[in-house]
């Protein structure tokens, strides 16, 4: 979700889509258009954090060049109420 063409081929193969549902299912539910894309933080070169919005859904994605680290950031960009969180990590690593 971090970068900006609608269409990424993150994976080599079809077979490492197949060996990884997580990853697939949640590709699946990006949406290709956002109306509405917000920097978070980072360094050129280094990092980068978003949010976007497709419709009443929200999307925080990083990415990072440097080794392991822990992010930080407000979410008052999401407004009062209740949100459902789903946390993933590394879709395609190693």
């Known amino acids: ?11 080599e193969s079809p077979e490492s889509y197949q060996s990884r549902p997580g990853a697939l299912r949640i590709l699946d539910q990006l949406p ?3 109306g509405e894309t917000k920097f978070l933080g980072g360094d050129p070169g280094q990092e980068a954090s978003l949010v976007r919005r497709a419709g ?3 999307f925080v ?11 930080q950031s407000p979410l008052n960009f999401l ?3 209740q949100w459902l969180l789903e946390a993933v ?3 395609f690593s190693g």
């Open 32 to 34: 290709t258009a956002w």
């Open 79 to 81: 407004g009062g109420g």
């Open 1 to 11: 979700m971090v970068f900006e063409s609608g269409r990424q081929d993150y994976a």
């Open 56 to 58: 009443g859904r929200r």
């Open 61 to 71: 994605g990083g990415i990072s060049a440097v080794g392991a680290k822990t992010f």
């Open 89 to 91: 990590r590394e879709l």
